[in-house]
């Protein structure tokens, strides 16, 4: 460095044209002239330079006036003449900013909190927004192939009466009239590994199991077992949670930058939605609405209460208590039983 207000900085000079580097200095002399050496080939003057941002310790890229590059590590020399001949040093404050560690962690922090808040937040409140512009033909198709699915790996044919499922179907029809749906239907089968279940499917197909027919008591109870199901279909619940399952695996994909993991995630519903289990506040509020639709049927609402105390009552005879698949992964019985009642009051 120095002699008479010149500065010398070490670095690889890289001709145009040519990805070869090799060890030379920059000479800047205190006017701002440069030279190259060894050669001494004058190379114009600093402000014709095209001098990058800092960042932190990383080496910079000097661009020539003849296209050719300077690479050097002596950032403190190149930030020493840009303050000598432009007057400032771009990306100054930047820097300065990386290296104060109170400044980091908070914007860590933040960063992470940011994440936190896109995957427990924005991913439910951006499934909410998706859903209902799903084509029919995607929530059509998913539901079909999710049934036919669990049929080839889990369900088995329906022993129940055929008047029976059919009575149980116009329930469901009457029920989703009420709430403004259209389409769907009722399909009986037997649980196996299910047991006693009921669920719905997106496009409105609920499935109902013989083993929950047999433990669900009168017809007022299974209505109001429909009423809750037809409650997830209206608020498009069984949609929102398949899609809020898919978009937290396509951010995980594109945050970790696995890439090949971030296709279409719609062609992953039929998966997401054989696995399927509601958010408590879901299921809250499938009860709410299943009660009000009881209601509106002239049908006592307090009759799914009923049916979640002879479900769960069901589960204590067992040697070894084991909750039926329709209370598992749900709100606390007692408390939905407590809740519906009051609602029925």
Not at 10 to 25: D, K, L, N, T
Not at 254 to 279: K, M, Q, R, W
Request: aromatic share 6%; charged share 25%; net charge neutral.
């Amino acid at each position: 460095m120095s002699e008479a207000g010149s500065l010398r900085i070490a670095g690889c000079h890289y001709p145009a044209g040519s990805a070869a580097g090799q060890a030379a200095e920059l000479h800047v002399s205190a006017d701002g002239a440069l030279r190259l050496e060894p050669g001494g080939r004058a190379l114009g003057h600093w402000r014709g330079l095209r001098v990058p941002e800092r960042l932190g310790r990383a080496p910079r890229v000097l661009g020539l006036g003849d296209g050719g590059g300077f690479e050097t590590g002596d950032n403190a020399a190149v930030d020493a003449c840009e303050r000598r001949f432009r007057g400032r040093v771009a990306g100054g404050r930047l820097h300065a900013l990386e290296g104060r560690w109170t400044i980091a962690w908070l914007a860590l922090a933040g960063l992470g909190f940011s994440i936190f808040a896109g995957f427990v937040w924005g991913i439910p409140a951006l499934a909410a927004r998706v859903a209902p512009w799903l084509p029919a033909s995607v929530v059509v198709g998913s539901s079909e192939e999710t049934l036919a699915s669990l049929d080839r790996h889990v369900l088995r044919p329906s022993r129940l009466p055929a008047a029976r499922c059919e009575a149980l179907e116009a329930t469901r029809a009457r029920l989703a009239a009420r709430a403004g749906l259209s389409g769907g239907r009722l399909e009986c089968r037997r649980g196996g590994a299910f047991g006693a279940n009921a669920f719905a499917l997106p496009s409105g197909l609920v499935v109902i199991t013989d083993e929950f027919v047999e433990l669900g008591g009168d017809d007022d109870e299974l209505a109001g077992v429909l009423a809750h199901e037809v409650a997830h279909v209206e608020y498009r619940h069984g949609l929102r949670q398949a899609l809020q399952g898919s978009l937290l695996t396509l951010g995980a994909a594109l945050l970790t930058g696995d890439l090949a993991n971030a296709g279409s995630f719609i062609a992953h519903l039929p998966v997401v939605l054989a696995g399927l289990h509601y958010s408590r506040d879901f299921e809250r509020e499938a009860d709410a609405r299943g009660a009000a639709l009881m209601r509106a049927e002239g049908r006592d609402p307090r009759a799914l209460a009923r049916a979640l105390a002879r479900l769960e009552g069901a589960a204590r005879q067992k040697e070894r208590p084991a909750a039926p698949a329709w209370l598992s992964d749900h709100p606390d019985t007692q408390e939905r039983i407590a809740r519906i009642e009051a609602l029925a009051r």
